[in-house]
């Protein structure tokens, strides 16, 4: 039976999501600076790389939740506002996973809610407890 995340009791149901579930053998999570009450960027992602760090922040408290950690994600899919923050941005992923082995990543180029420039989501493997 899937475990739905939301450690710090967010009014993510209020938009119909979960930032997290966690099933026996994987946890999926999603991280972003967004705050949740204005649906704007939180005002300390005032640089690409503070952004990507509180995404990645969120995904760490999601999966440590679940009995995880970010040494345990296999997949990130990642996505940016714009072309021009993807140097920005993997220096500051490369820095949190560092010093590897690095998880898979696919990085696309979208819009995403509020004014929000980064959007991480994160796939890993669940311990046996």
Known sequence: MPEYLNPWNLPYPRYG???????????FAG????????????????TIAAETKIALDEIR?????????LRDVVKTTCYLSDDSYRKEFWE????VFS?????ARTTFVVGIA????VEIDAIARRPKQ
């Open 17 to 27: 999501m979960t930032p997290g579930v966690a099933t026996d053998d994987f946890v």
């Open 31 to 46: 991280g972003m600076a967004l705050d949740l009450e204005t649906v704007r960027r939180k005002p300390e992602a005032d």
């Open 61 to 69: 408290g999601l999966l440590e939740a679940a009995g995880s950690s």
């Open 92 to 95: 500051a992923y490369t820095e």
């Open 99 to 103: 010093p590897g082995p690095f998880p």
């Open 114 to 117: 509020g004014d929000c420039r």
